[in-house]
């Protein structure tokens, strides 16, 4: 009696899960108080810490890229050979190597002198619109007063931002050969991204060694699950994008040879980047190609426009789903809240890593309900489940 009168009184001090989750949750709240209080010293010691850690991440994101082609040439191309991770490896970054020297010898140097030549003439292509527009007024009885406002509003700004692009260009170029230390952040990154995909078939087991050390089996078992899905939603549609973006490029630019539209280059490398943005990258592309060529070329503007609308239409009901497949799984209107708000919150990777972020959290709510829907045995308007689930697959209870 008297030991278990001992015993209960120790039993003040020991928190049970519910006291465990309301001191997390006071925690949190402090925690969450100091960072809006001191706002400014957390954003600098957090920059000062992702300045540190920058080749590392730069390395991971390069090496998330390169393993699937170094997967590939591991299973396919030296499966048989004693060293095989090394040669693919090998392989993949002289390729990627490549690519890069093409790009720096070709496509660049194109775009800079179409971006020189475009501010160069602009006085030229402007007097020759305005006749133009001068011409159309007279014509067709327009307001000119309105007109000549509003093209003067129009040259103004196209003069603008072209004039701050070619200047930009020529420092950017000299800013990334000069600074030592942003070369010694890329060598930094590269060797770390050789060091991850060779070292992943030791790093992957640690972290799930790791993970299973530090948390119960079933959460453990939930957790990586979760990873799996998510892996495979962003490499698939990055390296989907990317191919398809670069398809697009390539063949926006030779039709834009074939139909003689000005400055292919530079249109096709604007239209490629652009197309990496779901959704909105057609149209973030084409709007300011088709404010160059109204200037430059007004017929062929029009002729740009239906080539944009077809490109379009190829990529999206042919190209892209035969690439990219269902790989989010999202519908349009969760694709542009995605887009719309991680772009405004983090800018061009927001809008591009935006979509599979949403579709591994919209994925993970689907189940959620689903789980709480069989639970409780109703469907999603309160009625009996007892055929079907939310997912029109038939009930396994």
Not at 62 to 68: E, F, G, M
Not at 162 to 181: C, H, M, R, W
Not at 240 to 266: H, Q, T
Request: aromatic content about 10%; some cysteine.
């Amino acid at each position: 009696m008297e030991e278990k009168d001992n015993q209960e009184r120790k039993k003040w001090y020991i928190l049970d899960g519910r006291s465990i989750s309301m001191l997390l949750v006071l925690l949190l709240a402090i925690l969450f108080y100091v960072g809006l209080t001191h706002f400014d010293i957390i954003s600098v010691r957090i920059a000062m810490f992702m300045k540190v850690l920058s080749p590392f991440i730069t390395g991971f994101a390069i090496a998330y890229l390169l393993n699937t082609p170094v997967s590939f040439f591991e299973r396919k191309v030296y499966d048989k050979q004693r060293y095989k991770r090394g040669l693919s490896i090998l392989t993949v970054y002289l390729l990627a190597l490549a690519v890069v020297v093409i790009l720096l010898n070709l496509v660049i140097p194109q775009v800079m002198q179409s971006v020189m030549d475009l501010a160069g003439n602009m006085q030229t292509y402007l007097n020759s619109l305005d006749a133009l527009v001068q011409n159309a007024s007279t014509q067709f009885g327009l307001d000119t007063e309105s007109v000549n406002e509003a093209l003067g509003s129009y040259q103004d700004l196209v003069k603008t931002v072209t004039e701050a692009v070619s200047k930009s260009l020529p420092q950017l170029l000299d800013f990334g050969v000069a600074v030592g230390n942003g070369v010694i952040t890329g060598i930094t990154a590269l060797i770390s991204s050789v060091y991850m995909l060779a070292g992943k078939g030791r790093l992957v087991p640690q972290l799930k060694k790791l993970i299973y050390a530090v948390l119960p089996k079933r959460r453990a078992d939930r957790l990586l699950d979760i990873c799996s899905h998510a892996n495979g939603v962003f490499i698939g549609f990055i390296n989907g994008k990317l191919i398809d973006s670069a398809i697009i490029g390539v063949l926006c630019f030779f039709l834009c040879l074939i139909i003689r539209i000005p400055y292919p280059m530079l249109i096709s490398v604007v239209i490629g980047v652009t197309n990496i943005i779901p959704f909105f990258g057609p149209i973030i592309g084409a709007i300011p190609c088709l404010m160059i060529l109204v200037i430059v070329d007004p017929w062929a503007a029009l002729r740009f426009l239906i080539l944009v609308l077809a490109l379009q239409q190829f990529d999206g009901n042919i190209l892209g789903p035969k690439i990219l497949g269902d790989s989010t799984g999202l519908s349009a209107i969760w694709v542009l809240i995605a887009i719309v708000t991680c772009g405004g919150l983090f800018g061009f990777p927001g809008m591009v890593l935006g979509v599979p972020t949403f579709a591994v959290l919209y994925t993970l709510v689907r189940d959620w309900v689903n789980k709480r829907l069989r639970e409780k045995r109703i469907d999603g308007n309160g009625r009996p489940m007892e055929y079907t689930d939310l997912t029109g697959k038939k009930d396994e209870l």
